[in-house]
């Protein structure tokens, strides 16, 4: 499609009237929000045909310019995961409401009453790639964290976005919230964006999910403050005390379960003790899933393997490529992790538990596994339903998103006409 510019005063409008339905929304029971995401649900089902036809359109018009096909499976959607969006809609709905959650309360010696409490953020900003999936997940988190929802989705997706937004502002207008509580962010070129991330004093916080490129953008130019998402280049260590079968399955189910997702191992790192016993296993079985192994000496010595460089060590691959590295010990592997880990999720296989300790309290990213594969990084994995995204920064929230991160708190006093 040709790429459809956005003056700041539009993109600001936009935020102006998701201010105005956050203050509406804020208040609302979680029955009347419970309410809106089944309608919302039951809408995206009643429209599948719809939102199929304007993907269709979108996947077209990807493929026609040599879109990767990592990318085009994050685009691509189908009858099932378009009912998948449905049930995470409903999924959210059964969960606790986050806001007017009491995080601390108690009365001070002059009898003041203290609470802090959970309130919504009040206009949450999604910018994200390619994934419609996502303008649905954070539609349904948001509005049941009590926030309004911007979503700007990649040119690539906005047939599918449009039809997507439009479904759920109806079906939300008609279950009783305004209909600004999930809007799609005018206009298709990088303008749109920038003016965006200046609209401070309207837009309350950005959630940039996709690559490198797309993050580093919004951390450099936003004024708004910003929550980073997402880039996974995602470890596994093979200790010396490993049981080789938990290996092989962790290893090939990390890489192989769904290459194009931010928890896919790129690196696998090997303990010296087990790497001639491990490492024809490992590359044969990888080989048979399709994967291409990038490794250092003793992995390119096997059949297959190609020579890894830095750039192996430092990528994201997001296809069926993995590095490949056989290290001394557990420290070494732990300083590998530190120089080139994104941070986001990184595992260790073994049966010794001070080894599995000096990894978890030395390897500094949001999530860290143990005997699990690294898939695990999930908010509908450790059961928040869907998640906004996973945050590999450290401020607020960091690891899977869901809705508790989606609020601050706010303090409230109750006195009895006390002065000071």
């Known amino acids: 499609m040709t790429e459809q510019a956005a003056s700041a005063e539009q993109v600001r409008a936009v935020a102006a009237r998701a201010r105005e339905a956050a203050a509406e929304l804020a208040p609302a029971s979680r029955a009347t929000k419970d309410a809106a995401l089944h309608a919302m649900a039951d809408a995206l089902v009643d429209a599948t045909d719809a939102v199929l036809a304007a993907n269709g359109r979108d996947v077209d018009a990807g493929r026609a310019t040599g879109m990767d096909a990592g990318l085009l499976d994050r685009l ?6 378009v009912a998948a969006m449905a049930q995470g809609l409903r999924d959210v709905a059964a969960l606790p409401d986050p806001v007017g959650e009491v995080l601390r309360g108690y009365t001070q010696p002059n009898g003041l009453e203290i609470r802090q409490v959970r309130v919504p953020f009040g206009v949450v900003a999604m910018i994200y790639e390619a994934r419609p999936n996502v303008t ?17 989705g990649s040119a690539s997706a906005y047939e599918s976005n449009t039809v997507l937004v439009d479904v759920l502002a109806a079906a939300a207008e008609k279950a009783g919230l305004p209909r600004d509580v999930v809007q799609l962010v005018p206009g298709t070129d990088r303008s749109s964006v920038g003016h965006l991330l200046t609209a401070r004093g309207l837009v309350d916080l950005i959630i940039p999910r996709g690559g490198a490129g797309l993050i580093n953008y919004v951390v450099e130019n936003a004024t708004v403050p910003v929550i980073e998402t997402g880039v996974g280049n995602v470890h596994v260590y093979v200790d010396a005390a490993a049981d080789l079968d938990m290996a092989e399955r962790i290893v090939v189910n990390s890489k192989t379960s769904r290459v194009s997702v931010c928890n896919s191992a790129e690196t696998l790192l090997v303990h010296r003790a087990v790497a001639d016993e491990f490492l024809p296993r ?41 590095a490949a ?3 001394a010990d557990v420290d070494e592997a732990i300083a590998h992790i530190r120089r080139w880990s994104s941070g986001h999720t990184e595992a260790i296989v073994t049966r010794d538990l001070d080894t599995a300790r000096r990894f978890v309290a030395r390897v500094d990213s949001a999530a860290v596994m143990v005997n699990a594969s ?31 991160e989606l609020t601050s708190t706010k303090w409230i006093v109750t006195g009895d006409g006390h002065t000071r």
């Open 325 to 327: 590295r056989v290290v």
């Open 282 to 322: 490992i590359t044969g079985a990888l080989r048979s899933a399709g994967v291409v192994l990038h490794g250092d000496e003793n992995f390119a010595a096997l059949d297959g393997v190609e020579s890894a460089t830095d750039e192996d060590w430092a990528r994201e691959y997001l296809s069926l490529d993995m």
């Open 76 to 81: 691509t959607l189908t009858a099932e995961r």
């Open 374 to 404: 690294t898939r695990f990084t999930d908010g509908g994995e450790f059961g928040f339903g869907a998640e906004i995204g996973i945050s590999t920064q450290k401020m607020h929230a960091r690891g899977p998103m869901g809705l508790a």
């Open 136 to 152: 649905v997940d954070a539609a349904g988190l948001a509005l049941k964290s009590g926030n309004t929802a911007l979503l700007r």
